[in-house]
């Protein structure tokens, strides 16, 4: 199994946690929009209160349900809420699995950097 495989393997069978944290950090580090949050406590944690957080959801015409999990806000401010998080990802595993190689950049994961690092000693 090559480098990639293994990359993507780990992204599909990680806990939801993990995902999200190495999702976000991928977002943030190429430049793409959609982070992901877990829903519960989120407007709180923005500091936005409950007459707002409503405002925001009805103006922005999204397909929000408080009672799902995970919310991501769209690059057009929208709000998507899901109980899978796989769904609300904008890309697929192996284009995270791409950058991580392309970039030698483990996004925070220490099994990421172990994977890195056992390929660079095989190859080296």
């Given at each position: 199994m090559d480098l990639k495989e293994k990359i993507v393997d780990f992204l599909s069978d990680c806990s939801d946690n993990d995902l999200m944290g190495?999702?976000?950090e991928y977002c943030n580090e190429?430049?793409?929009s959609g982070d992901v949050y877990w829903h519960d406590g989120f407007f709180s944690d923005m500091c936005?209160?409950?007459d707002e957080a409503a405002r925001a959801v009805w103006a922005s015409g999204s397909d929000y349900n408080y009672q799902h999990e995970f919310l991501?806000?769209?690059a057009y401010g929208n709000y998507e809420t899901s109980n899978d998080l796989r769904y609300l990802l904008d890309v697929d595993f192996e284009e995270i699995a791409d950058y991580i190689i392309e970039n030698d950049?483990?996004?925070c994961s220490d099994v990421i950097a172990d994977l890195l690092?056992?390929?660079k000693e095989?190859?080296?």
């Open positions: 190495i999702y976000n190429s430049g793409n936005i209160d409950a991501k806000i769209t950049n483990s996004l690092q056992e390929y095989k190859h080296s």
